[in-house]
């Protein structure tokens, strides 16, 4: 149903972060990325969205983007799960990002 929302809707930025969240549960996170990335242009202050959007960074091991994603995510503030949880990915990226 999303699929068919973002062909009527391809500019809206709701409909890429629900599809963009559904391809990181599927593993499909090129595709995830790519999704959030374009909703995180019009939805800057979305702490959901850029945390979803920093582990699918790392699944890709793109380190130097997840820690930024993560980072934000934290200074937005919102909500205490999403942080710990962001945290601990903040942690994993800073690391594996150390050369």
């Known amino acids: 149903m999303v699929q068919k929302a973002r062909q009527f ?3 809206d930025a709701d409909i890429a972060k629900v599809l963009g969240i559904l391809s990181y549960r599927r593993q499909l996170y090129p595709r995830s990325v790519e999704l959030l990335e374009e909703a995180a242009k019009r939805r800057r202050d979305d702490s959901e969205l850029l ?4 582990v699918g960074l790392a699944q890709l091991k793109q380190w130097k983007e997840c820690k930024a994603a993560m980072e934000r995510t934290l200074s937005l503030g919102r909500s205490p799960d999403l942080a710990d949880k962001a945290k601990q ?3 994993e990226c800073s690391e594996r990002g150390s050369p």
């Open 9 to 11: 809707y391809p500019d």
């Open 51 to 54: 945390y979803y959007l920093g």
């Open 89 to 91: 990915t903040l942690i």
